[in-house]
């Protein structure tokens, strides 16, 4: 383990490098919009409307949806850093240089994987910062807020890696964002408290996996979940080790990539 | 390089190599190839004969069907990352990405090879220097003539030292000039860095001044898989073309020889590899026609492909 580490970290850093000065260079299209966005959300949910809802869960609405919000921008960007860059890579060729290479294929995935992560992290410090415009920002505990940030970044890279591999044009990347990502993350408790469904709805919930993100980083702000902090992290994991096993399969395969 | 001191078999060798693509389309039969050391090589073939396709199983680009391939000695599949450290590769496509520098598209190619940034300067600068393109090094790679992209491929497939460089159709597209000056750079790391080197390419005289051996490939199998110099001793025959003083408005007829008339005034006549210009001159003045040159028809290289691969 340590010898593969040691023999191609070289390679790894190489790839990773390459995705953040992507993600950098072209900062107008990767960072700044979900600042945007996020201003629109605060004024418009957390000023404008929050003032008529008042308290969620105890805290005020303002508070309560930052996390939520937060943590959408991390995702998505952690999304459609891995599917857009790949699949360029697979549009313009570029991805040859890599097939060509002595690079185990957990090496490729780890690189576009720590890739999104990265800009997931950037976009949820940047996020993070217009939060603080307007309201306070806590920090309940470091270390849940830190690592389920780090472990959604991972699982949505995942997703993202394992959609350009499927993708055959451009439009192919942004179905699941469109049709799967943002309706999950609207039902995922980002704007309400799930107390608020009623029952068999709460059930039903219960099956999206952001609604975890979202409160197991909530309660890392906050100290308020709707869920239980284990299950959150047995979910996490769980899918992160499903997606990694189907992405190495598909690499293996030389799916979209290798004719 | 260690790995290879005391390995004496061939750079390439392929063995029942199959391919059906995803289609259903049977683009490689069977084929049987080695290549050996230090060798210039030459894959001929039509259009869609499967040149690509047999390089591109060779360079990890494409999953074969069947067959086993080696390089120095490794297995493609059991031994994938030493065998890919050996091999260097052209494609035909242009396979870079287009915002990128042309520096940093060398740099990063010898970062998955493990060499760190240091170093990767270091070569960068000998290869693009070598290959005309330094001035050109901060420049977008969309922002280069398709030559210099070429040679920009050519950069990069050498950044890690390969012992094997794969080139599909590298002076597709390069001028004259260029082509001459890339000639003399791949023959000088053939000879003095013994790089052995595969090339496939549409011009013939490219191949016959160039590559020690040939093989010619259509659909999907090897039709001929000699060296060119004995490929060349196999043409018994050569076309000349016969230009006349005058038009004839009645075209003369001989008996030992078949004229294929073009026009009034010129036509092609077949004649044994050998036969003494003298004689013809003889034939043609006993017949009272005057001739005013007579020249080879095309390359004699050519004439001999497409008779064998029109079978
Ligand atoms: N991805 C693919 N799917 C299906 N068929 C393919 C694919 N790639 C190539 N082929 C077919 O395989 C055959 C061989 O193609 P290949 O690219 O190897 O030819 P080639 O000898 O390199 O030709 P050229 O001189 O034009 O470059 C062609 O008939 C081509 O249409
Ligand atoms: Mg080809």
Redesign the interface.
């Known amino acids: 383990m340590l010898a593969f580490i040691q023999m191609h970290h070289v390679a790894f850093n190489t790839i990773l490098m390459k995705e953040i000065r992507r993600f950098m260079r072209i900062w107008q299209q990767t960072l700044l919009p979900p600042a945007i966005t996020m201003t629109l959300y605060f004024i418009i949910f957390g000023s404008l409307i929050g003032s008529r809802i008042g308290e969620m869960s105890g805290i005020s609405y303002m508070s309560f949806i930052m996390p939520g919000l937060i943590m959408m921008s991390v995702i998505n960007n952690a999304y459609s850093n891995v599917s857009s860059s790949f699949f360029s890579n697979k549009f313009q060729r570029s991805v040859e240089e890599l097939l060509v290479a002595p690079l185990p294929n957990s090496v490729i995935l780890g690189g576009f994987v720590f890739g999104g992560v990265a800009r997931g992290l950037m976009t949820g410090i940047i996020v993070t910062g217009v939060a603080l415009f307007f309201t306070d920002v806590t920090v309940y505990n470091f270390w849940v807020l830190s690592s389920v940030v780090f472990l959604s970044s991972i699982l949505f890279s995942l997703a993202g890696f394992i959609n350009a591999l499927y993708a055959n044009k451009f439009d192919d990347i942004s179905i699941v964002p469109t049709f799967l990502l943002t309706p999950l993350s609207y039902l995922g408790g980002v704007f309400f408290s799930t107390d608020l469904l009623p029952g068999q709805w709460q059930l039903v919930s219960q099956l999206n996996p952001i609604l975890y993100m979202v409160n197991g980083f909530r309660y890392g702000m906050l100290g308020v979940s709707d869920v239980n902090l284990v299950t959150c992290y047995t979910i996490l994991i769980s899918i992160i080790f499903i997606l990694f096993y189907i992405a190495m399969r598909l690499l293996n395969r030389g799916k979209g990539i290798r004719p | 390089m260690s790995l290879l001191e005391n390995y004496s078999g061939p750079a390439l060798s392929i063995s029942g190599l199959g391919k059906v693509?995803?289609n259903g389309f049977v683009a490689l039969k069977d084929i049987n190839l080695q290549v050996d050391q230090g060798d210039f090589f030459a894959l001929l073939g039509p259009n869609g004969a499967g040149k690509s396709t047999t390089l591109g199983i060779v360079?990890?680009?494409?999953?074969k069907t069947q067959g086993n391939v080696s390089l120095f000695g490794l297995d493609i599949d059991g031994d994938?990352?030493?065998a890919?450290?050996l091999?260097g590769?052209v494609?035909q496509?242009?396979?870079?990405?287009?915002?990128e520098k042309v520096q940093d598209i060398v740099i990063?190619?010898a970062?998955?090879?493990?060499?760190?940034v240091k170093e990767a300067r270091v070569r960068s600068e000998k290869y693009l220097k070598a290959l005309g393109l330094w001035d050109k090094r901060d420049v977008p790679s969309r922002m280069l003539s398709g030559g210099m992209k070429r040679r920009l491929m050519i950069a990069?497939a050498l950044v890690h030292g390969p012992q094997i460089l794969i080139l599909d159709e590298p002076t597709a597209g390069v001028d004259i000039e260029l082509r001459q000056s890339m000639w003399r750079y791949l023959k000088q790391l053939n000879e003095e860095e013994g790089v052995t080197i595969i090339l496939t390419t549409h011009y013939l005289e490219e191949a016959e001044s160039l590559c020690k051996n040939i093989a010619i490939i259509n659909h999907g199998v090897i039709v001929k898989n000699t060296s060119t110099r004995e490929l060349l001793q196999e043409l018994h025959k050569q076309t000349l073309v016969v230009d006349l003083i005058q038009p004839y408005a009645k075209r003369p007829k001989l008996e030992s020889l078949q004229l294929n008339w073009l026009d009034d005034s010129c036509f092609e006549v077949d004649v044994n590899k050998g036969t003494a210009i003298n004689e013809l001159f003889n034939v043609f003045n006993q017949a009272n026609i005057s001739v005013n040159s007579i020249r080879p028809k095309a390359n004699r290289l050519e004439t001999l492909f497409v008779d064998l691969v029109r079978k």
């Open positions: 693509y995803d360079s990890g680009l494409v999953n994938v990352y030493a890919k450290r091999l590769v494609p496509e242009f396979n870079f990405n287009q915002f990063t190619q970062g998955y090879y493990g060499i760190k990069r």
